[in-house]
């Protein structure tokens, strides 16, 4: 089963990053509605309406979310 896992991000070095994790009553609903909002403000494809994870450019980064069972991280 490890080929379905998803790969965890390669980080050239130095960098900071941060990492927030988020439980929303809505569930993913309300990720993907902040998603798709800022998506479409940075001119980029939104994600998929079922998605469990994103990642974007964003500024000098990369934005990554994964929707867990109970919560949802964010990375950038």
């Known amino acids: 089963m ?3 896992r998803r790969p ?3 980080v050239e070095k130095p960098r900071v990053l941060i990492q ?3 439980m929303t009553e809505g569930g993913s609903a309300v990720d993907l509605a902040v998603l798709s909002d ?3 403000r ?3 494809a939104a994600p998929e ?3 469990r994870h994103h990642a974007m ?3 000098k980064g990369t934005l ?3 929707r867990h069972t109970e919560f949802s991280t964010y990375l950038w």
């Open 49 to 51: 309406r079922h998605a």
């Open 64 to 66: 990554r979310w994964e």
């Open 20 to 22: 927030l994790s988020f």
């Open 57 to 59: 450019k964003w500024g």
């Open 42 to 44: 940075l001119g980029i």
């Open 2 to 4: 490890c080929c379905l």
């Open 8 to 10: 965890h991000p390669l």
């Open 38 to 40: 800022l998506s479409r």
